[in-house]
């Protein structure tokens, strides 16, 4: 008889081939189970994407209801504005007195375009602003959160005039530098915003001008090259003076409007783009004048301060006392080159250094047609008397 495996291996066999056949099933039934699982799944993506596009056009429509609804208040609140002004307006005119009436109390109508029922200016996001010492109005960013106004300056330097403190720097902006020297207040110290150093800045006073206010308030000097304005307007010069509405630029006029203007950098590059010079009636009218050269010295006498020799001042100047010298000289019949008044150069300039004496003749010699010119019409009148 052949040999047969022990009894304890015949019975592990059988329990090897049994759960081979159950694993098998149990496979079978989890291959299911995931197929289910993952068709769940599928369906459950398919409605999250679904959701989420709804909430995406729910998004874009909330977006728009308040991009309307910013652009109704902006609407309603000027038209209060606007129904503001109108109402006060009525209020000043029928309270104004007629003409010729004694009461003055009341001055002239207010416009309320330009100034609060409180009297106080209205400014814009944006102003312009004339700085006297730069003899320039400048494009100016009104800041409420700024405590001091500043300037655009580089090339800083410090001195003394006639014992008082000064401070000289250049402004540049629209490619033009203008050197500007102010008188020195303080050096203030400024904690930067975006880290915890501190700086410090001169501080000046300019006299400056905004629509029909004029005052001289403090600034800062700082490099504004890089940044969009070369004017900010701060608190300093803002508080109890000016109410700031934000919706609007420029609202009150140029102080200087024949004058130099430095646009914002993104509204000259605009202008540029369009091929506009701001400034063109203004320089064609430096140029006729003549104006904004440098001095130096002329092969003859004075100096020559501009493109016209002719408008030189000292040349003036010279030319019209020159003449009446002459004109004199040939009253007294006096040789304009005489040795005695000639200049030790050669020219003739005597006219610069006319004797005490000569002048004394010349007062003697109109002197004597006064007193000639007396007797002449004592002689008429009684000639006139005689005949009657």
């Not at 500007?180 to 400024?190: D, G, K, L, Q, Y």
């Not at 090259?225 to 307007?233: E, G, R, V």
Request: proline residues 4%; glycine residues 6%; neutral net charge.
């Amino acid at each position: 008889m052949p040999n047969l495996p022990h009894p304890r291996v015949r019975s592990l066999l059988s329990a090897l081939f049994v759960c081979t056949a159950l694993s098998a099933a149990d496979a079978d039934e989890l291959s299911d189970r995931l197929s289910e699982v993952k068709g769940t799944m599928q369906s459950i993506n398919g409605e999250l994407s679904s959701q989420r596009a709804e909430i995406g056009r729910i998004k874009a429509e909330v977006n728009v209801n308040r991009q309307e609804q910013r652009s109704t208040n902006r609407e309603l609140m000027e038209e209060l504005k606007t129904l503001r002004r109108q109402n006060q307006t009525l209020i000043d005119a029928f309270i104004q007195p007629k003409e010729g009436s004694v009461n003055s109390i009341v001055g002239t109508p207010r416009n309320y375009q330009i100034q609060a029922p409180d009297g106080k200016m209205i400014f814009g996001e944006d102003e312009f602003a004339y700085i006297k010492e730069a003899d320039a109005t400048i494009a100016a960013r009104v800041d409420t959160g700024a405590a001091v106004s500043s300037i655009c300056a580089t090339d800083i330097e410090r001195f003394e005039r006639g014992g008082k403190k000064m401070v000289g720097f250049t402004l540049q902006a629209n490619e033009r530098s203008i050197r500007v020297e102010a008188p020195f207040v303080r050096i203030t110290r400024i904690a930067q915003s975006d880290n915890e150093d501190l700086s410090y800045r001169l501080v000046v006073n300019l006299q400056i001008k905004v629509g029909s206010y004029s005052t001289t308030s403090e600034f800062n000097l700082i490099d504004r090259t890089h940044l969009n304005y070369a004017l900010l307007l701060g608190r300093s010069l803002l508080t109890d003076i000016a109410v700031v509405d934000v919706s609007r630029r420029y609202v009150q006029p140029r102080a200087d409007t024949e004058g130099l203007l430095l646009l914002s950098r993104d509204d000259f590059k605009a202008a540029q783009s369009r091929g506009e010079n701001p400034n063109a009636a203004y320089d064609e009218r430096v140029a006729q004048l003549g104006g904004g050269q440098t001095a130096y010295p002329d092969a003859s006498y004075g100096a020559n301060l501009g493109t016209d020799a002719t408008k030189a001042l000292p040349e003036v100047s010279d030319r019209l006392l020159k003449e009446e010298y002459l004109e004199q000289q040939q009253k007294l019949k006096l040789d304009p080159g005489h040795s005695a008044y000639s200049h030790p150069g050669g020219d003739d300039q005597s006219w610069k250094q006319q004797p005490q004496t000569e002048k004394s003749a010349v007062k003697a010699a109109d002197n004597e047609k006064k007193v000639k010119n007396n007797k002449e019409k004592t002689k008429e009148k009684g000639k006139n008397k005689s005949k009657n």
